[in-house]
Nanobody, 124 residues
Framework: QVQLVESGGGLVQAGGSLRLSCAASRRTFSSYAMAWFRQAPGRQREFVAAISWIGGSTYYADSVKGRFTISRDNAKNTVYLQMNSLKPEDTAVYYC?????????????????WGQGTQVTVSS
């Protein structure tokens, strides 16, 4: 079992920045691919960014490419999402997810463990 706890969400003006963190409970955290998804009201959960277990490969949704950066610190069992140039359409609940694989899944259905989510609200 892996427990994931997100933090760092909040209210920010358009053009601003936020840094989300996701702390994992398991010491074998480095064996897990990690990802961020988001879900806005009335919409399906969508992929935002993912990172391989060793951190050498990263993937981004087109809508956030160039603005968001995913990274991980395996020594701290933590994955981060740096969000810059935020837009009102980035408003959503952001979820951290983990899957024990050397691949990097991009679909929410392929992730076994989820955090409780953190709200990000971007005002115009």
């Amino acid at each position: 079992q892996v427990q994931l706890v997100e933090s760092g969400g909040g209210l920010v003006q358009a053009g601003g920045s936020l840094r989300l963190s996701c702390a994992a409970s398991r010491r074998t955290f480095s064996s897990y691919a990690m990802a961020w998804f988001r879900q806005a009201p009335g919409r399906q959960r969508e992929f935002v960014a993912a990172i391989s277990w060793i951190g050498g490969s990263t993937y981004y949704a087109d809508s956030v490419k160039g603005r968001f950066t995913i990274s991980r610190d395996n020594a701290k069992n933590t994955v981060y999402l740096q969000m810059n140039s935020l837009k009102p359409e980035d408003t959503a609940v952001y979820y951290c997810a983990a899957d024990r694989t050397t691949n990097v899944p991009l679909s929410p259905g392929e992730y076994d463990y989820w955090g409780q989510g953190t709200q990000v609200t971007v005002s115009s």
